[in-house]
């Protein structure tokens, strides 16, 4: 892993489905309004809440395609 790579941890819950939720690493600091992809499927951010440095929680939707 390259040092100067910034990873953010995402504990995340899904608003309005079945979706378990879970925790994921990405590249980029969430933000509302951002769409997140995991799992095959599109989400949009809702709400951010930074826990700790580098770990946020994140409210989100599924987005209908």
Known sequence: MN???TFYHVS?????????GGIISVDERPSVGQ????GGQ?????????LSPGFFHVTCKVIEG
């Open 3 to 5: 040092e100067e790579e």
């Open 12 to 20: 995340f819950v899904v608003i309005g489905s079945n979706h378990p």
């Open 35 to 38: 769409t997140l992809r995991f």
């Open 42 to 50: 599109a989400f949009e951010v809702l709400e951010v809440q930074e």
